[in-house]
């Protein structure tokens, strides 16, 4: 009778600790249809081209203030275009679709992507989600083109050759999770201030190495650099730089067992803010256009 009372207890406790890690379990982000991404795209090109109708208005002091973040409102709908082309299409498919010119007719399409090798029904999906993608590709170029200039000036954290993907929230040892993005590539490439600002700290770490916290003056963004290899004798807390100033290099100092930079974002925090920590990707997908991530790594 004892052994039936323990078994019936472990199987309530254990159906319980199920049930609770069931509810407890993150739900997958939604996927966004295209159609949905582009009329977001559209509705602010269209706010920003009515700011600069404004008649006799400062529009530029408001346009300012309004597209702050604009470089991460477009790189957030690039990053979701993304995940709702890779959750039809193979990455063979995806790349043969970015390849596309955006004026590309029915013919030109088909010839694009029948050279990349696809099976016919792959080939056939690709074609079904063309028309789709050009036109989102097209408000989006359009939308760059409207701000040019008219947000503070951004640049790529690393100059030269770099790699990055989407690893925000990842499980570290330790049960810890990662809060930034790590763009990789070889030692000694330079890192770069990605706006003006200010050193807000410049030490060692035993987990970052070398780490540099810059405050930007236009958002009150801070951003974290870690694992630097080296970093520039003139930098110092308190320190003043330029979007573009060379703070150091690429490394792997600290816990890192390869060169790459862990980049850090903690918008409109005027100060170190841990628990402000956001993911960086999408900004940084749209300030360094050159993220060629290697065929090897998998989706």
């Known amino acids: 009778m004892v052994r039936v009372v323990a078994l019936?207890?472990?199987?309530?406790?254990?159906?319980g600790v199920a049930a609770a890690q069931e509810a407890e379990a993150p739900e997958a982000p939604r996927l966004i249809p295209m159609a949905e991404?582009?009329?977001?795209?559209?509705?602010?090109?269209?706010?920003?081209?009515?700011?600069?109708?404004?008649?006799?208005?400062?529009?530029?002091?408001?346009?300012?203030?309004?597209?702050?973040?604009l470089d991460l409102f477009i790189g957030t709908l690039r990053m979701e275009a993304d995940r709702t082309l890779r959750a039809a299409l193979s990455?063979?498919?995806?790349?043969?679709?970015?390849?596309l010119p955006l004026d590309a007719l029915p013919d030109g399409i088909t010839d694009t992507l029948g050279a990349v090798g696809l099976d016919g029904?792959?080939?056939?999906?690709?074609?079904?989600?063309?028309?789709?993608?050009?036109?989102?590709?097209?408000?989006?170029?359009?939308?760059?083109?409207?701000?040019?200039?008219?947000?503070p000036e951004r640049v790529c954290p690393v100059v030269g050759d770099t790699w990055f993907t989407n690893t925000w929230g990842e499980d570290r040892p330790g049960a810890r999770a990662h809060k930034g993005i790590d763009m990789t590539g070889s030692r000694g490439i330079p890192v770069q201030a990605i706006e003006?600002?200010?050193?807000?700290?410049?030490n060692w770490h035993r987990q970052g190495g070398r780490q540099i916290w810059v405050r930007a003056f236009a958002t009150g963004d801070v951003y974290y650099y870690a694992h630097l290899d080296y970093w520039e004798k003139w930098i110092w807390t308190g320190t003043r730089v330029e979007?573009?100033?060379?703070?150091?290099?690429?490394?792997?100092?600290?816990?890192?067992?390869?060169?790459?930079?862990?980049?850090?974002?903690?918008?409109g925090s005027y100060g170190v803010d841990l628990?402000?920590?956001?993911?960086?990707?999408?900004?940084?997908?749209?300030?360094?256009?050159?993220?060629?991530?290697?065929?090897?790594?998998?989706?």
């Open 91 to 99: 990455r063979e498919a995806v790349e043969g679709l970015r390849s």
């Open 243 to 267: 979007a573009g100033d060379v703070m150091g290099t690429l490394g792997s100092s600290g816990n890192a067992d390869s060169p790459h930079l862990h980049f850090g974002w903690m918008p």
């Open 196 to 202: 003006d600002g200010v050193v807000v700290q410049a």
């Open 37 to 69: 991404l582009t009329s977001r795209a559209a509705a602010r090109l269209a706010a920003i081209q009515d700011l600069s109708e404004m008649a006799g208005a400062d529009w530029r002091t408001v346009a300012r203030a309004d597209i702050a973040h």
């Open 275 to 299: 628990e402000n920590l956001q993911n960086p990707y999408p900004l940084l997908l749209e300030i360094c256009p050159q993220n060629d991530v290697p065929e090897w790594f998998s989706w």
């Open 8 to 15: 019936a207890l472990v199987l309530v406790v254990g159906s």
């Open 121 to 151: 029904v792959e080939t056939w999906r690709a074609e079904g989600l063309a028309p789709e993608w050009l036109e989102f590709a097209a408000v989006i170029a359009e939308l760059q083109e409207a701000a040019a200039g008219l947000g």
